[in-house]
């Protein structure tokens, strides 16, 4: 019986948690990683309906900054993997679709306590060890975040299913947010363990079933993720986690009639190209598809003359370095004022060179390695463009060594021209080039920052001066849709700023907020008429 109208518990941000010397956190963290380290590979299944499924296609896992270290398998499918997949998403809708709302908000609640406790430490020493995140990273992206999208899309159900139309007296009208009409593809990048899991609980929780196809390079972690989601009473079926090849995937999917919606993050090239195939095949579908992406970035500092230079070279250090930059946050391009330029740089480049490289399980490595061979080889390509070219000099890092794990040193390049490859592509490593222009050409400097690239997906202004961030603000009023003023461009919390860009960079359906769980659902719209009319004629009609 259910016959109350219930709240979900109020949702805070999970505290992050510091891992300082000497601490306990720290301590069982680093046990954990060990323990995974250490233990035999393990063979990661598909999860399809209430079946682990293994195929002999087996593919190795490595951590990135060992990639001699055999730490599993995964199991690769086929086409027959990708329609069972959708079977058991079908099977399953219809007595998802139906539970109450509550019953799933608890399954997600239950799950980011999970994740608070018992499976906090696995999950963050997986993407340590698979995705080469330090602790730092580990723990605001795998655990913190997580928690927060759990969390706060709860509240954001409960508030979306509040939302009410008026009623004139004699009738009542009640709006229905019913989930879509077949099943969701969420297909997810390697960079953010919270943004894979996100990307099928958010469907999920709002009713929908989904078909899951996680990146090649995050599987170690999407095992975890499966594992919480079972012990956290989600029904077979509702999320089904396939490790097949993209294309393979995307041809059965984008042409089965019940294909509802895609959830996609990843770049966007690829993102285009499914959108696409989703326009191409439009006439195959019962309904026009969602289509959600978060895609690509060529994120942006700009300090104005009157900042602090020490405030600006520490906003691109921690945005452009964390994670090796491989955050579609990452601050990639910088703008500085010719004055503040040698303070800057005396500082930037003073930071830069101290930073440790090397393994996460060694906690004071600010910068492990990057994911893998073909991202190694794309950015050390950059890295050999800048060296060959006039109009750019590498100021620190610039080498990298790809016998051991994937290193890149982090590289700080700076050019005369502000249309230079490095400031208008994205690398997605940790590669900052920066662009010294003449204080008076403030405004100007803005406009190009606008114009520069084909992203707006974050970007930053460094100043005291009031009337130079009110004009930064206005001016780049498209240019990002995270802005940041007197902050790095990285680091969004859930609940505090939603997140996601426009223009070349997606749809800005802001992860992490209503308005994202909103395309999820398709409104019915009940009218109730409570005294009904016997007989058409209205008074106008009278003679
Ligand atoms: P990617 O585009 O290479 O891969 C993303 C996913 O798409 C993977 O699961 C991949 O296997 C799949 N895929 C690739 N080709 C496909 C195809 N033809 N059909 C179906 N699926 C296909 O991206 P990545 O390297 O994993 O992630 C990095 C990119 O993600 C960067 O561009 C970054 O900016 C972006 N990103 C954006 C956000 C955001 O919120 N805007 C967040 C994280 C990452």
């Known amino acids: 019986m259910s016959n109350a109208i219930f709240s979900v518990p109020k949702a805070v941000n999970e505290p992050v948690k510091p891992y300082s010397k000497g601490s306990k956190d720290r301590a069982s963290l680093l046990e954990e990683y060990q323990r995974m380290y250490q233990h035999e590979p393990i063979d ?13 296609d087996k593919r190795r896992m490595a951590p990135p900054h060992e990639h001699s270290k055999t730490i599993g398998y995964f ?34 609640l239950r799950a980011a306590d999970l994740l608070a406790g018992p499976f906090r430490n696995r999950m963050n020493a997986a993407t340590m060890l698979a995705q080469s995140k330090n602790v730092f990273q580990a723990e605001i992206d795998a655990a913190c975040e997580l928690i927060d999208f759990f ?38 990048p390697f960079n953010f363990t919270s943004i894979a899991a996100n990307l099928c609980a958010a469907p999920a929780m709002m009713g929908n079933v989904v078909v899951w196809k996680p990146a090649d390079s995050q599987v170690y972690s999407a095992q975890v993720i499966m594992e919480l989601f079972k012990e956290a009473g989600l029904p077979d079926g509702v999320i089904n986690m396939i490790t097949v090849d993209g ?48 895609t690509g970035g060529k994120d942006f500092v700009v300090a104005h003359a009157s900042a602090n230079a020490e405030e600006v070279a520490t906003a691109l250090a921690r945005g452009a370095f964390e994670f090796q930059g491989q955050k579609c946050s990452a601050a990639s391009r910088g703008y500085i004022p010719r004055s503040l330029w040698p303070e800057v740089k005396k500082s ?20 492990n390695a990057v994911i893998d061979e073909r991202a190694f080889q794309k950015i050390a390509g950059y890295l050999d463009y800048c060296k060959s070219q006039a109009d750019a000099e590498i100021l620190v890092g610039g080498n990298y060594d790809g016998s051991v794990g994937y290193f890149i040193e982090p590289t700080v390049v700076v050019t005369t021209n502000s249309n230079f490859r490095t400031m208008v592509e994205e690398i997605f490593g940790p590669v900052l080039t920066l662009y010294v222009y003449e204080d008076e050409a403030f405004e100007a400097t803005l406009r190009l920052v606008d114009q520069t690239s084909d992203y707006a997906l974050t970007g930053s202004i460094m100043a005291k001066d009031r009337y130079a961030i009110e004009t930064a603000t206005t001016l780049l009023e498209n240019a990002a849709g995270n802005f940041y003023i007197n902050d790095k461009p990285t680091g969004a919390v859930v609940g505090q700023q939603p997140f996601g860009g426009a223009r070349g960079s997606g749809t800005n359906d802001k992860a992490g907020a209503a308005m994202n769980l909103l395309r999820w659902v398709s409104a019915r719209t009940i009218k109730e008429t409570f005294v009904t009319p016997t007989n058409y004629r209205y008074p106008f009609l009278e003679q």
Do not use: C
Not at 86 to 98: G, Q
Not at 348 to 364: H, I, R, W, Y
């Open 44 to 56: 990661v299944p598909m999860y399809i309906g209430d079946k682990l499924v293994r195929t002999r």
């Open 75 to 108: 199991n690769y499918g086929d086409a027959a993997h990708v329609k069972d997949a959708i079977d058991a998403a079908l099977k399953a809708r219809s007595a998802w679709s139906k539970l109450l709302w509550q019953d799933r908000a608890a399954i997600f």
């Open 151 to 188: 969390r706060f899309n709860a509240q954001y159900m409960m508030q979306i299913y509040r939302e009410q139309p008026e009623s004139l007296p004699g009738m009542w009208n009640r709006l229905e947010y019913r989930p879509l009409e077949g099943f969701i593809f969420a297909v997810t």
């Open 247 to 294: 294309p393979t995937a995307g041809d059965i999917v984008f042409n089965h009639r019940d294909f509802a919606g895609l959830h996609f993050t990843g770049s966007t090239a690829v993102f285009k190209a499914l959108w696409k195939t989703i326009g191409s095949n439009l006439d195959a579908y019962r309904s026009y598809p969602r289509i959600v992406g978060e």
């Open 348 to 367: 930037l480049v003073e930071q830069v060179s101290s930073f440790k490289m090397g393994s996460p399980a060694d906690t004071a490595n600010f910068v």
